[in-house]
């Protein structure tokens, strides 16, 4: 019996379809968007896993995994994401049905720590906000562009994982005072990974930079407002490279405004992209990128192969390394049992 895999057409490092193309046993349909609902539900239908692009405004809501489409897949033994996040698949109605959800975490890790760090050096050493004066031939002196060294600074990491240990490497090399807040680890782990642990109350209160590499989760969503962005310290700068939805982009425009804080730099927004109209975009001390933190080669090409070798350890009934829902696993074996023996 061949083992079914589906996936849309949205741009894939070849990594993957290379892999896949040399398991003798698996099939791999690529279906587009534009294709013939019917059509493409019947490849579902059969289909043993799903590799879901990660990010959710690329993906037409149709195409989510959640109960909707799970009651229609009744094969289905694996969510698989291109990417480390998971914001188009329903964890729980996951569980419910029996499949294993898996994302990429780590593919990305250093290139989204890159793209953070990019964007502090660019708030404050005001490297965009030149750009834009030079450009529009807007120039007095360069005293009206002064900026400032991070070096010395506090800064606070908000979810210690992959891109956060990497981003506490980087912040020492600069110099920098690394906190970390993780509910999801010990102080003594966290303290492994190059922070320092501390409350998130502390961490808000101490740092200069508050930058957020948690999930969107039920738990995370809008989790930063302006209670959070007042208890910063005064002249910070919020740094988001995660998720859009996390952080309240109305309190923040308004902590900007106000100058309570001194900058931000944002990667990521509540819709993407961002309307042109967003109100940030109309501050000169935000610096903006459209969620192309995790995008860059090294990244698409680790997220890839990592994918396609671990729907390869699942085709094969055994456990990935990357499992968002564990608790699932014992479930998933005895369906793969009944499937394929």
Not at 27 to 38: A, G, H, I, K, P
Not at 113 to 124: D, P
Not at 129 to 139: F, G, H, T
Not at 165 to 181: H, I, N
């Amino acid at each position: 019996m061949k083992k079914k895999v589906v996936r849309f057409d949205f741009w894939l490092n070849p990594a993957f379809d290379r892999h896949m193309s040399g398991l003798k046993d698996v099939d791999v349909s690529v279906c587009q968007y534009s294709d013939d609902e019917q059509k493409t539900l019947a490849l579902f239908k059969e289909a043993h896993v799903y590799h879901i692009c990660a990010a959710r405004d690329e993906v037409p809501s149709q195409w989510w995994v959640n109960e909707a489409l799970l009651s229609k897949m009744p094969n289905l033994l694996c969510a698989s994401t291109s990417g480390a996040g998971y914001d188009p698949v329903d964890v729980e109605a996951c569980n419910r049905h029996g499949v294993l959800v898996v994302n990429q975490s780590g593919c990305n890790a250093n290139s989204v720590a890159e793209h953070a760090m990019g964007l502090l050096l660019s708030v404050k050493h005001r490297i965009t906000e030149s750009d834009r004066v030079m450009r529009a031939n807007a120039y007095t002196t360069r005293e009206d562009l002064m900026g400032n060294d991070i070096r010395g600074l506090t800064i606070g990491i908000v979810g210690v994982g992959n891109i956060g240990t990497r981003m506490a490497e980087l912040s020492k090399a600069f110099d920098m005072t690394v906190l970390g807040y993780d509910p999801y680890l010990s102080d003594e782990e966290i303290k492994r990974r190059g922070a320092t642990p501390v409350s998130f109350e502390d961490l808000l209160s101490r740092s200069d930079v508050v930058t957020v590499h948690c999930p969107r989760t039920p738990e995370t969503l809008n989790w930063i407002g302006a209670k959070e962005f007042r208890a910063m310290k005064k002249g910070a700068v919020f740094i988001a490279t995660a998720r859009g939805g996390i952080h309240d982009e109305t309190a923040l425009y308004e902590a900007l405004r106000d100058k309570h804080l001194s900058g931000a730099g944002l990667d990521v927004w509540s819709v993407e992209p961002p309307a042109p109209d967003n109100p940030l975009l109309s501050l000169p001390n935000v610096t903006a990128t459209y969620h192309t933190a995790g995008v860059k080669h090294e990244a698409r090409g680790n997220a890839a192969a990592m994918g396609a070798a671990q729907i390869e350890v699942i085709l094969r009934g055994e456990r990935p390394p990357r499992l968002v829902n564990p608790e699932v696993f014992p479930v998933f074996l005895e369906r793969y049992k009944k499937m394929f023996g």
